[in-house]
């Protein structure tokens, strides 16, 4: 495990800003730190899973990698938003779930390759990402999900677009830990990431399909 990840896993805050602020000084890229980010976080998971760490560190963790997403986000911000819009995608976290600061990197990283981005927030009811493909006339869906028990629900999002006769209209790709190609088939969903890079490129194919 590399230093920064270390220092998130034992959750040396100092450490980690340190860390973070010497790799911004060398130009490594905010993606770059946040895959190693990641791997801190991971363990601070599994040590919570193994019942080492409780649900006090899990929150202390997550405060530290958002006050991090704030530092990272002018960076990811300033790659090149400028240009022409190449098209709309709502997110949002899936209703029962509130993790976010993996769906706000996928928002921002979105905005930053001009994406025109509707963000719902989190615990959101399969009707509300309904309403708003209806009204913004977006063609991907993301949803953000890092429990096992919303399997059911992304499934009843992907549903809800049926019900609605918007199924063919618009592509729906989920995101998150727990994702893999069987929760995709499951939840009938079009597509799955695990990391927010696959997200992008994938919104991206959509859009480009249709030029
Ligand atoms: C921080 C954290 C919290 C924080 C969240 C703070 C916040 N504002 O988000 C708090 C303390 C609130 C929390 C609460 C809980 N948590 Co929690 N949490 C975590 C932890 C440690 C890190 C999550 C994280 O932020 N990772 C960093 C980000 C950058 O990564 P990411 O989310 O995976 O996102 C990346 C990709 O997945 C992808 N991505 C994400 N979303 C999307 C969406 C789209 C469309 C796309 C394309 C891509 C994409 O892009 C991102 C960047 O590459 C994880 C451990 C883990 N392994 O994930 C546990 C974890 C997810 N939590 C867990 C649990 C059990 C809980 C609680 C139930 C604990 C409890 N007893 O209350 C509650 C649930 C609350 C709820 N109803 O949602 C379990 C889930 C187990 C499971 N598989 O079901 C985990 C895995 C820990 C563990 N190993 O036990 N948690």
Redesign the pocket.
Known sequence: MNELAKALRDLDEDRVNELVDEKLAQKVSP?EI??D??EG??A???L??SGQYF?TE??F???I??GL?AKLEPFIAAKGAEGKIIGT?V?G?VS???????????VN?LRSHRFKVIDLG??VPAEKFVEMVQTSGAKV??????????YPEMKNVVEAFKEAGLRDQVKV???????SEAVREFTGAD??????????E??KSIYQAEE
């Not at 029962?96 to 996928?106: F, Q």
Request: charged share 10%; with cysteine.
């Open positions: 993606i946040i895959n980010l990641n976080i991971v601070v998971g599994e919570y899973a649900l899990l929150m963790s997550g405060e990698m958002q997403m995608v997110i976290t029962g779930d509130i993790h976010d600061i993996g769906k706000n990197i996928v990283l989190v615990d869906v993301g949803l953000s999900a890092l429990l096992n028990s919303t790709i989920i995101g998150g830990t727990v994702v597509a799955y990431a695990t990391d927010a890079v696959k997200g992008i994938y919104c």
